[in-house]
């Protein structure tokens, strides 16, 4: 949205509104564009700004054939950040692509395609030739040939291909549709994955979204923060600040990140291992002394009787639907492989805590002691983060408990299937599962 010959500002001027680039959080900004030569203002030109517009925020660009000084400030109309930003998105402005060289990050960006010689050194070459180069490599692979007007590939498995999904939904849609559609490779693997499947498994095989929540849900309806291999002071800073910073978090992480040593302040753990690798078995452990502390809670319960939340008897309930729907073909191709797992392996409640975790087995693989010594968590913080979630879920067994837990790529990234369907039980057991609404996010643009 842009307005021409704004009343306080330069002739010629625009105000468009945009948003950042940087992370899903996907916070409004404001681009202010005045001619080269006039004078940028301060704020009081710029109601939008909430306060002093920084040189990060500034730039020069071309646009629609005019050079303009731009300023681009996080938006105080926008609902989701309210004027706030993170260092990154502060700086979008000083890294807007600027044709005349006098970007920052302008002067680093290649200005055409390179292939990298024998000798190592990269070889500036022509958006014609890289063209050609591209062509005759990919065919010759694949043995396509046109013939007749018809195109056919011999062999589609000989080529692999890496996308990057960060970018525009222009790139990522054309990139699938030709190694999908037109060589008909299998063998496509996006940034994060290795394979053309969901990012998190084990997660909806528990029946969750990967992005199943609201901010709001999180800043209004939790209690307790648990997050898991994230970092969201530092990489989605406004969704932390706004949102999460203050109340009680338990933080799981190797480093001490800004967002540990935010939750510690606010009165909250920061679970530290000195190991890797063993992120499921710490999940499984905690699960497991949720349930025997429940059935502490009320020694007159057997666990073949236990009164379950009512989410997971919705996702119980579901699995005759899944497999149902499967049988008729009346899922999309991205959910048949979840509901064909899920019909023939789900574990029941009673299955998951006796035969699985083994509550009532002191010899279990799912001890808070061996979790503690496999993963180098001391023991007591370990005992402490139980504490915390097991006060946070147990107060409204038939409500919605006050949990919210937040992950990211040191758990998916890690031994994903295990990681995210353990992150997955661990939520149903405390209730942090809230009305389906993905926040932010990116438009990936595939099209298998
Ligand atoms: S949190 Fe920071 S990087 Fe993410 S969208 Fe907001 S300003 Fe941009």
Redesign the pocket.
Known sequence: MADTHDRELPVGSLRITT?????????GYSALLVPVGADLHDTETFPEASGFITPAMRGRIRYRGSSFDAAVV?DVRCRL?KGN??V???SVGSNLVSHDGSGRSTRDRLTTPAVRRADGELQPISWQMLNALMARLLSETTQLQARDGRISVGHPERLGVKLFEYQFLENTYAATKLFYSLFGTPNVAFHDRPSAAGSSPGLADTGFSPHDFAYKDVRDQSDLIFVVGANPYEN????WMNYCSGKRAIVLDPRRTATAQDAVDAGGLHLQPTRLGADSLVLHAMAREIIRRWLDFDDSRALTDFPLRPGIHAAAASLPVLAAEDAGGGLSRAKLPAARRRASRALGFLEFARDFLRVDDPDSPYTLARASQASGIDPDRLGEAVDLLFDASKERLSEQPKVAILYEKGLIWGFNYHNTAAVGALGLLTGAYLERGRPGGRARGRRP
């Open positions: 948003g950042c680039q940087y992370c899903a959080v996907g916070c996080p950040n930003h993170s990154r998105g502060g989605q800073s406004v969704f």
